[in-house]
């Protein structure tokens, strides 16, 4: 659909141009917060609570790489107190946008002075360097909103606790995975950081950091002998990206397509991702039982014991 049509079906209340949108938006919120991703809106309803109003621009399920803008998205940005990115170049059709948003509304980047490998802008998926997020929400707003002080705090360290849990329930479970299995291939290179911290070897991928340009016949090839010299168990599709190449390459080289992994959003309503706490437990459960060929039974389940899954409202 063209975006002039888009806007007339808008402005005739033919389609609803939130569908997929994330909203939290308590009554007497202090702050109007849009965020980027439905990563950072979790992140940032987890911490404000509410306190905050919160929504995120990218749908559930939308690529960052690839989002285009909609005729909505300039009015809620105008909106907006405060706009909330990731950084490093995951939204560079931001730009487009920030122009719109008031005199003085404030813009932030949470993952400006953290180091990325590779240039790679998926940080969020070491739940270590998460917790350096959700460390930086807090600080940044307790820094526009003072007297929200004890509440962004009291919030910050019940959400830590749970990112705690977390990382060790995903340790767990990758010890349950023969070390000589732990090989990961997936549609793009968001899983590179969560490699790199639970003691996966990143084999590769067919889109590489960013899901823009479509991989060319040379680069599918070099990753087809990969798998096949590395005799990789398993491949991995994302839900944000079209599996249809992917699924290819594993009839060819004859390995499994593992269930879909979640990276740049959380899940939809139902799906039992619908939290980032609640997709990595999903993703970490996929990579066992895609790996392995077992079904996931429940042993390191103690390590998840007390958390309280919030569901996305």
């Avoid at 067919?206 to 096949?228: C, F, M």
Wanted: glycine content about 6%; proline content about 4%.
């Amino acid at each position: 659909m063209s975006k002039r049509f888009f806007w007339i079906f808008f402005l005739f209340g033919c389609i609803d141009p939130y569908e997929g949108i994330l909203y939290h938006y308590p009554k007497g919120c202090k702050l109007k917060i849009i965020t980027t991703i439905t990563i950072l809106y979790d992140f940032v309803r987890e911490v404000g609570a509410n306190r905050i109003c919160v929504e995120s621009l990218v749908p559930v399920g939308g690529d960052p790489h690839t989002y285009e803008p909609i005729p909505s998205d300039i009015i809620r940005i105008s909106k907006a107190d405060v706009i909330i990115a990731n950084g490093h170049h995951l939204e560079n059709w931001l730009l487009k946008l920030i122009s719109n948003k008031r005199e003085n509304a404030i813009y932030f980047e949470v993952a400006k002075d953290i180091e990325p490998y590779n240039n790679d802008p998926h940080l969020w998926m070491d739940v270590i360097l998460a917790m350096e997020y959700v460390k930086k929400i807090r600080d940044f707003l307790i820094s526009i909103d003072p007297d929200g002080k004890e509440i962004y705090n009291k919030n910050y360290e019940k959400y830590m606790k749970k990112l705690k849990k977390l990382d060790e329930f995903i340790r767990c479970v990758v010890s349950k995975i023969p070390s000589e299995d732990r090989k990961l291939i997936t549609t793009h290179d968001a899983y590179s950081y969560f490699s790199r911290r639970y003691g996966f070897e990143f084999i590769g991928s067919i889109w590489g950091i960013s899901t823009e340009d479509e991989p060319s016949a040379k680069e599918i090839k070099k990753l087809v002998d990969l798998i096949r010299q590395k005799k990789a168990k398993a491949v991995f599709v994302e839900t944000t990206v079209n599996p249809r190449i992917m699924e290819s390459i594993a009839k060819e080289t004859k390995i499994r397509v593992g269930k879909k992994l979640y990276g740049d959003s959380v899940g939809k309503q139902g799906s039992n991702a619908e939290t980032y706490i609640k997709m990595q437990i999903h993703n970490i459960k996929a990579i066992y039982e895609g790996l392995t060929g077992k079904n996931y039974n429940g042993e390191c389940d103690e390590e998840l014991k007390d958390i309280e899954f919030n569901s996305v409202l």
